[in-house]
């Protein structure tokens, strides 16, 4: 049984900072590429940050780029986000990722990729 957990959403004053955290089980977490997507309200699911399966590559989306980071520990089978300076635009429900991938650089972007998602954690951010 594959399970995502996050955590570490919460309440924070623009200009904050938050770190969300993944942990995975039921599953070889070395395997698998990580994506963090986010719902705004009243708006569609949106594309984050992803990490390759080693940790090795990671990428951002724009709107997000400078100021969140997503690293991973596989000792510990849990991802993380590190969101900076955060703006009242970053409030949305937060969701973690996972899918199998063949090869230890790549990561994917699109909802579509992901086989596992987990239930999400919220973030406010107020101005």
């Known amino acids: 049984q594959v399970q995502l957990v996050e955590s570490g959403g919460g309440l924070v004053q623009a200009g904050g900072s938050l770190r969300l955290s993944c942990a995975v089980s039921?599953?070889?977490?070395?395997?698998?590429?990580v994506g963090w997507f986010r719902q705004a309200p009243g708006k569609e699911r949106e594309f984050a940050a992803a990490?390759?399966?080693?940790?090795?590559?990671?990428y951002c989306a724009d709107s997000v780029k400078g100021r969140f980071t997503m690293s991973r520990d596989n000792a510990k089978n849990t991802v993380y986000l590190q969101m900076n300076s955060l703006k009242s635009e970053d409030t949305a429900i937060y969701y973690c990722?996972?899918?199998?991938?063949?090869?230890?650089?790549?990561?994917?972007?699109?909802?579509?990729?992901?086989?596992?998602w987990g239930q999400g954690t919220q973030v406010t951010v107020t101005s």
């Open positions: 990722a996972i899918r199998l991938s063949p090869s230890g650089s790549g990561w994917y972007r699109f909802q579509r990729d992901y086989n596992y």
């Open positions: 039921g599953r070889t977490f070395s395997m698998y590429a």
């Open positions: 990490i390759s399966r080693n940790g090795g590559d990671t």
